[in-house]
């Protein structure tokens, strides 16, 4: 019904997954773009109609979320999720990461410390830095390529200046969808501790097995949880700059609104949210659709591995298009395998050590593009390792 097969050139479009690779990538050139979180699939019609009934329109004033967009959100999170959320826990903002960075500046003081696992999404350690808070790393198990969370390890971090707990929620880069069990046990240390919770779950919708979001958990922690999520990355929506923020807990979100209406983050523009109300409307058909066509291109990139007998390995990822690529049975150095993908398979991964010191030998791989352009990046890397 839709044709994910389609390859749409995205060239001279200003967007930085194609436009900017040789730019990013420094010396190497002509590198097949598999990094940045975005697709290389047209976003699903309804919301392209939704929007020209904008352009139509003509005038592009000042915006505020309407009733309807509310409503779409609401029933998103109650149908799909099955997570009861209300209009007045909401914010809207343009996005996750500027979101994410106004929270840690609400819910902390300079010099405290904030924990997150690693590797995880280079930004989310970047903000705490930024804010300057201490960052504090509780990095994951890595159960031969199956990450679990370490909750030993996260209660011997803790001390009293430890504020808030980032959870990345399903995982960017591991791929896991944390289970309820694994949530609830999470959340109730943060409880023990008064630690505050920032969920970043913005690929919570791509996912291949069932999601819980941890303010669904109890109503205990969804007191001390903000959680943010966006139609973003599923509907490939990400350069429109829209997500939100949900938060229970009244004076918590007080907090966090003051400081997103300071840094003028809670000012979103029109299309954004146009396209997440069609999104979460009349999305639903493509989305399913596409989760097959992301399931059937993870299969490939595995079962294409394992017939060319190659050391590269990866766990197939329970959420998202992102593939953690291990390097280690190969015997290089993670510079030598860095050089080897940008200069001789001329395909550009993100590099994972980006996502922490536990990345090493680790690179990102973006499948979501046509079969027939990543069997061609395939080929390219098989070639050369
Ligand atoms: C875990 C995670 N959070 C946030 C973002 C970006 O969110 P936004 O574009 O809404 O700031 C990404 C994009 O890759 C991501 O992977």
């Known amino acids: 019904m839709y044709n994910f097969d389609e390859i749409i050139n995205r060239a001279n479009t200003s967007c930085l997954k194609h436009d900017f690779t040789d730019a990013y990538f420094g010396d190497y050139k002509n590198l097949q ?10 976003t699903p019609s309804c919301i392209i109609d939704a929007m020209n009934e904008k352009i139509n329109h003509g005038i592009f004033g000042y915006t505020r979320p309407t009733k309807t967009l509310i409503n779409s959100v609401i029933s ?5 999720h099955n997570y009861t959320i209300k209009e007045e826990y909401l914010s809207f903002v343009n996005g996750v990461v500027p979101a994410y960075s106004s929270a840690i500046e609400a819910f902390s003081a ?11 999404y280079y930004p989310l350690f970047n903000h705490i830095k930024n804010n300057n ?3 504090v790393t509780n990095p994951l198990k890595n159960n031969n390529g199956y990450y679990t969370m370490d909750l030993e390890d996260l209660e011997k971090k803790i001390t009293k200046k430890t504020k808030i707990f980032v959870l990345c929620s399903p995982h960017n880069p591991v791929g896991r969808v944390w289970n309820k069990e694994e949530l609830e046990a999470l959340g109730n240390i943060c409880l023990k ?12 919708d791509l996912v291949f097995k069932k999601f819980t979001a941890i303010a669904s958990v109890s109503e205990e922690i969804a007191d001390i949880t903000l959680t943010l999520n966006s139609a973003g990355k599923t509907f490939n929506i990400a350069g429109l700059n829209c997500a939100y923020a949900i938060c229970h807990n009244a004076s918590m979100k007080r907090a966090f609104d003051k ?12 299309f954004g949210f146009v396209a997440h109300e069609a999104a979460y409307t ?3 058909s493509w989305l399913e659709e596409l989760k097959k066509y992301l399931q059937n291109n993870i299969d490939f990139t595995y079962s294409f591995l394992k017939n060319h007998n190659s050391k590269i390995e990866f766990v197939k990822p329970e ?15 993670h510079e030598e395998n860095k050089h080897k993908l940008l200069n001789d398979a001329k395909v550009a991964l993100n590099d994972g050590t980006s996502f922490g010191k536990e990345g090493n030998n680790f690179f990102r791989l973006n499948c979501a593009l046509p079969q027939e352009e990543l069997e061609k990046a395939l080929n390219k890397i098989i070639s050369v390792f």
């Open 110 to 120: 300079i010099g405290d410390e904030v924990i997150l696992q690693t590797p995880v």
């Open 33 to 42: 773009a598999l990094w940045v979180a975005d697709m290389d699939f047209k």
């Open 133 to 135: 808070r201490v960052l």
């Open 76 to 80: 998103w999170m109650k149908d799909k």
């Open 193 to 204: 501790h008064n630690i505050k919770i920032i969920s970043d779950e913005i690929h919570a």
């Open 259 to 270: 400081v997103s209406i300071k840094r003028e983050v809670n000012s979103v523009n029109l």
């Open 319 to 333: 959420a998202t298009y992102l593939l953690w690529l291990n390097f280690n049975k190969l015997n290089n150095t």
């Open 282 to 284: 009349k999305g639903l």
